[in-house]
């Protein structure tokens, strides 16, 4: 049976390429189970190897050396062998070698490894770095690298002064926003470091103009505010104008009665005076605004009892109030105008979520249903912006309500 040693050159040199591939084969395995965290593959792609690479080296120093007596003991006794131990050799070699290196690579593709943790973080859009209390760094991906490059110029080596050279929490880095956040962790009982860089580029253009635009509503509420008082302002210019047009057309209706007149008629001259008396009081309380609060002077003027059933409710704010005092002249002037009324009783009822100030005259009560206009018309636009409303009732005598929600902000 023919020896290794027999063989011519070129077969031994297949035999040691084989060797040769396989040894490589044998390494490559063991550095993926290592990289891998698989310790018992590595070592067992190490046992493979070791006697892969003996064979190898024995085919090395017979190529060397031949059968001379340079030749070490062991390569003589070996190459003496027959062909097919050689053969058995690198069949039991190989076939668990090249098994062991299909294992490793397919575990590396199918199953989460450390390095297929890196691969997907180095793909994210957000930088993320970890460090040792010491500042030693564990890992950073590459948008962390980028990053600590552009803001500091030198690579991410120290964790801690990389902290230290993103001192605010928001940075600009080549026209992008970054945010940066710090929190410690416990791995494996060792205490550690975490960075997390956010691209918040978008979220923080459209805060900006979000309070942009907070900034021009609250400018446009602020206008509004001054329109709706100088719409109260014209609003009530426009009720005084309208009550003096309206008193001028009586007093003219008066010139013409007190013409046609005439002066045997003593009642009727006296009912004419009257009238000039009570145009005249109301001509100088709409000129004079609001005339002040003293609802007793004007009834004392007008020759109108008044009777208060209740006290003013404490609720009331002062702008409620002063709707109250005009709506309350409004009452005593057309029940003593529209009526011929005598007696005005004013009562206040209070709910749980409202106050009515009720206007209740003995004069004549009107046929047809209540429109108002003039004076009412302007009150009942006030009440509204002040979120009151006001109503008429007419029974068995005529009713002026006027309803105030209770806990509401006045505009």
């Known amino acids: 049976m023919i020896s290794f040693n027999m063989l011519t050159p070129f077969a031994r040199s297949l035999f040691a390429l084989w060797a040769l591939l396989l040894g490589l084969a044998d390494i490559v395995s063991a550095v993926l189970a290592l990289v ?37 003991g062991p390569t003589s006794a070996l190459c003496g062998l027959p062909l097919p131990f050689w053969l058995l050799a690198f069949v039991l070699l190989t076939v668990p070698g090249v098994l062991l290196l299909i294992y490793n690579v397919r575990y590396d593709k199918n199953f989460i490894t450390p390095g297929s943790i890196k691969l997907f973080l180095d793909g994210l859009p957000c930088g993320i770095c970890c460090w040792r209390e010491n500042g030693r760094v564990l890992f950073s991906n590459v948008s962390m690298n980028i990053l600590c490059a552009a803001l500091t110029g030198n690579p991410l080596l120290n964790g801690n002064r990389f902290r230290e050279a993103v001192k605010g929490d928001i940075l600009t880095v080549d026209g992008q926003v970054w945010r940066f956040s710090c929190r410690d ?10 960075m997390v860089a956010s691209d918040i580029t978008a979220e923080y253009a459209k805060t900006e103009a979000l309070e942009k635009d907070k900034a021009d509503l609250a400018l446009l509420n602020r206008k509004l505010k001054e329109y709706y008082l100088s719409m109260d302002d014209a609003v009530r210019r426009q009720e005084i104008l309208q009550a003096k047009v309206n008193i001028h057309d009586e007093m003219n209706r008066l010139m013409l009665s007190t013409m046609a007149a005439g002066t045997a008629d003593t009642a009727e001259l006296d009912r004419i005076f009257t009238l000039w008396e009570q145009n005249a009081l109301i001509l100088c309380m709409e000129a004079d605004g609001e005339g002040g ?15 208060r059933q209740d006290d003013i409710p404490e609720a009331l704010s002062e702008k409620q109030r002063g709707l109250f005092f005009s709506a309350a002249k409004e009452a005593m002037v ?35 249903a209540v429109h108002f206009s003039g004076g009412l018309k302007n009150l009942a636009l006030i009440a509204k912006k002040q979120g009151a409303t006001v109503s008429a009732e007419s029974d068995k005598s005529f009713t002026l309500t006027l309803c105030f929600p209770k806990n509401q902000p006045i505009g």
Do not use: M
Not at 44 to 72: C, H, M, R
Not at 293 to 307: F, V
Not at 337 to 355: C, N, P, V
């Open 36 to 72: 891998n965290k698989r310790y018992r593959f590595t070592a067992a792609s190490l046992v493979l190897f070791t006697p892969v690479y003996f064979l190898w080296q024995v085919i090395f120093d017979f190529s060397l050396f031949g059968k001379t007596e340079a030749a070490s």
């Open 185 to 194: 962790i416990v791995l494996d009982g060792e205490k550690l470091i975490e």
């Open 293 to 307: 609060d003293s609802l007793e002077e004007l009834a004392a003027a007008l020759k109108l009892e008044l009777c």
């Open 334 to 368: 057309n029940a003593v105008k529209h009526a011929g009324a005598k007696t005005l009783a004013i009562g206040f009822e209070e709910t749980e979520d409202r106050i009515f100030c009720r206007f209740t005259n003995d004069g004549a009560v009107p046929v047809n």
